[in-house]
């Protein structure tokens, strides 16, 4: 339907038809075409905008009209033939390309549609409705970056459009355009300061983006609107410690305790930061408040394990677990601290019961994997032990201790030396100043009577471990094995655990 503009427009060349007979018979047919379309019935309507066309084929408001007709009943060709006749008759005909734009969209002509609106752009750069029609057909073809560049235009034009930009970060982050998903925010937040979901929103994306100055702002401006509170002086507390502030980590938790002093969560993160600070014996006066008020939290009884094996008592830590494993076993990280101190105990039986429980529970623990080897060597199951190191090296060509323990499980046993030896390049190369991994390729040189390059990596060990006595063995023996000295069998070198 054509808009008041139109109808002028309609009229002034109605003036300059051919006779007054043709001015009045062109000027009804229009009007009862408009009627007729007013009234739904676009059928009539396009035979009256015929009639006018014939006494007038040169108005392209009579062609713009004829063709929202064809377009209503469907008749899309002949609507696209009667838009281009309008524009040729007028390029600057902005209802035309409207209708010609909306008509590519119903065909699913998107790239055609987008052409059309671009045109329409030019002409009217501030026009809202373009603008937005721009980022839905983006949208459509999936070019998500487009869409939001137009929503955010849109937003630059008309402030007030906030739904466009609602529209933007939706889109950033489902498509995890989180760079995108930030700038969308703070634009959103210039327009609302204080609205939380999008100072949430920005925290955890600044979170993610690992700008953690940035997300320590979020969290200030979120307890400036709704005040603090324990969860968000964790969160804090957590950055902080990745900011490698331990010292204000601790203090805005001791804030949170005065809060809360029986917060389970409050206190756990407590004795884990008193224990990254080494201060255990704080630490455990915290910690009897998680056993003496949460008895069916884990994590008290977690704790009281992580301190013993800091100070190499696992005896100590099969004590704090063992009483309660039943009723904690589908908890991973109990049964991986109880079969690591089982481990460090050298009872390898508890150790694997317990290490392949935390296995079944949480199938991709890499260190579990480890320990399972470990033990499967030691006790000589070296099919069990080689299945895992190769599923190691397999899932992440990056695990250097994969390497290097299996390089050292292989040449222990005098098979494939070779193989050892491929290994243990890899292990240095991933990790070339470790002085377990040097000492490896050292001894496994040393095996293959190659003493000049054993002495070179064993030496290049202790320097970086001199106190080591296990390489100074090495050492020892290989400057023996030179000198051709008889060489008295030693204990094996260390693996990495």
Request: with cysteine; aromatic share 10%; net charge negative.
């Amino acid at each position: 339907m054509v808009n008041k503009l139109s109808l002028l427009l309609f009229c002034i060349a109605f003036l300059t038809a051919n006779t007054e007979q043709e001015k009045e018979l062109a000027l009804h047919h229009f009007m009862q075409g408009e009627f007729l379309m007013n009234q739904g019935n676009y059928a009539l309507a396009v035979l009256e905008f015929q009639d006018a066309i014939d006494f007038d084929p040169n108005a392209p408001t009579i062609h713009v009209s004829i063709a929202d007709a064809y377009r209503r009943l469907g008749k899309g060709k002949r609507s696209e033939d009667h838009l281009r006749i309008a524009l040729d008759l007028d390029p600057e005909e902005s209802e035309a390309r409207e209708i010609l734009g909306q008509l590519y969209i119903a065909q699913k002509k998107f790239v055609d549609a987008e052409l059309v609106f671009k045109e329409l752009i030019k002409l009217d750069p501030d026009n809202l409705d373009y603008l937005f029609t721009l980022a839905d057909l983006a949208r459509f073809q999936k070019n998500w970056d487009k869409a939001i560049e137009y929503y955010i235009e849109g937003y630059q034009v008309n402030s007030s459009s906030i739904n466009g930009l609602e529209q933007a970060l939706q889109i950033a982050l489902t498509t995890n355009s989180f760079d995108r998903a930030e700038e969308v925010c703070v634009l959103l937040l210039e327009d609302d300061p204080d609205n939380i979901k999008f100072l949430e929103t920005l925290r955890d994306l600044t979170l993610f983006s690992q700008k953690y100055d940035v997300t320590l702002g979020m969290i200030d401006r979120i307890e400036k609107v709704q005040g603090t509170s324990t969860e968000l002086l964790i969160q804090k507390s957590a950055l902080y410690e990745e900011l490698d502030n331990l010292a204000q980590a601790l203090s805005i938790m001791f804030d949170a305790f005065a809060i809360d002093s029986l917060n389970a969560d409050v206190l756990h993160r407590l004795v884990s930061l008193l224990l990254d600070k080494e201060e255990n014996e704080e630490a455990i006066l915290y910690n009897q408040r998680i056993l003496d008020h949460f008895p069916d939290d884990p994590r008290g009884f977690i704790n009281n394990a992580v301190i013993a094996l800091s100070g190499k008592k696992p005896e100590e830590a099969i004590l704090a677990l063992s009483p309660h494993v039943d009723r904690f076993s589908k908890d991973f990280t109990v049964q991986y601290l109880l079969g690591t101190a089982y481990y460090q105990f050298k009872d390898y039986g508890n150790a694997e019961i317990h290490l392949s429980q935390a296995l079944t529970i949480f199938p991709e623990s890499r260190n579990t994997k480890h320990n399972l080897a470990l033990i499967y060597d030691a006790r000589e199951e070296w099919k069990r032990s080689d299945k895992l190191y190769m599923e190691l090296i397999s899932t992440d060509s990056t695990d250097a201790q994969a390497f290097n323990n299996y390089a050292y499980s292989l040449v222990e046993r005098g098979e494939d030396v070779e193989f050892a030896l491929e290994l243990a390049v890899n292990a240095i190369r991933l990790a070339p100043k470790s002085a377990p991994y040097l000492d490896t390729i050292g001894w496994i040189y040393f095996k293959m009577d190659r003493f000049e390059e054993a002495m070179n990596y064993i030496r290049q060990s202790l320097s970086i471990d001199a106190e080591n006595a296990t390489i100074q063995e090495h050492l020892n023996k290989v400057i023996k094995a030179k000198a051709g000295e008889p060489i008295p069998k030693i204990h094996q070198a260390e693996k990495q655990d």
